[in-house]
T-cell receptor, first 114, second 113 residues
Framework: GQQLNQSPQSMFIQEGEDVSMNCTSS?????WLWYKQDPGEGPVLLIA?????ELTSNGRLTAQFGITRKDSFLNISASIPSDVGIYFC??????????????FGQGTILTVHP | NAGVTQTPKFRVLKTGQSMTLLCAQD?????MYWYRQDPGMGLRLIHY???????AKGEVPDGYNVSRLKKQNFLLGLESAAPSQTSVYFC????????????FGPGTRLTVT
């Protein structure tokens, strides 16, 4: 069944605002990733987190891997219209025979009003 | 460098028909994956491959078969399509040492009537 819960399910913000979204799990995972899907396209990797407590930035994006290994957040600063899309968290327990198998959350839909 | 490509982009099938979706990557990636995306459910792994000639089941493999005869290609087959297989299908690939950092194709939208 669905192990990941992303919140909020959707967000409507004004251009220039900061955005924060969350992903929580009932199980521990040692690998957390954030992907973005533009309308009509495939997901693109934004940030990969491999260490509990790790805080990583990629331009205006910042993501943290929770110390309990059961959650992660993604922040976007100073949003722009091209930030529109669906943001997915994905998790795995790396190692052994995991072979890149990911479990995705249901996504957070972001709409940015100019 | 085209990355990951998928054909066709759209397809409509009648119940019981068969079809094959083709995925190709030009990045020399060892691993390849097939996912399906349904509204409100994120992406779910159907099958995956860790190398030429090898395939394995993912989370939702029933009703699908796959083959990886060449390293750059990964085929997804539906032998007898059902309306429950109406979905958007995505192929992805990755290096073995960075398996979770996957590159996705543009998707195939399949409707089964």
């Amino acid at each position: 069944g669905q192990q990941l819960n992303q919140s909020p399910q959707s967000m409507f913000i004004q251009e220039g605002e900061d955005v924060s979204m969350n992903c929580t799990s009932s199980s521990i995972f040692n690998t957390w990733l954030w992907y973005k899907q533009d309308p009509g396209e495939g997901p693109v990797l934004l940030i990969a987190l491999y260490k509990a407590g790790e805080l990583t930035s990629n331009g205006r994006l910042t993501a943290q891997f929770g110390i309990t290994r059961k959650d992660s957040f993604l922040n976007i600063s100073a949003s722009i219209p091209s930030d529109v899309g669906i943001y997915f968290c994905a998790v795995a327990n790396a190692g052994g025979t995991s072979y890149g198998k990911l479990t995705f959350g249901q996504g957070t839909i972001l709409t940015v009003h100019p | 460098n085209a990355g990951v490509t998928q054909t066709p982009k759209f397809r409509v099938l009648k119940t019981g028909q068969s079809m094959t979706l083709l995925c190709a990557q030009d990045m020399n990636h060892e691993y390849m994956y097939w996912y399906r995306q349904d509204p409100g459910m994120g992406l779910r792994l159907i099958h995956y491959s860790v190398g030429e000639g090898t395939t394995a089941k993912g989370e939702v493999p029933d009703g699908y078969n796959v083959s990886r005869l060449k390293k750059q290609n990964f085929l997804l087959g539906l032998e007898s399509a059902a309306p429950s297989q109406t979905s958007v299908y995505f192929c992805a690939s990755s290096y073995g040492l960075a398996a979770y950092e996957q590159y996705f194709g543009p998707g195939t939208r399949l409707t089964v009537t």
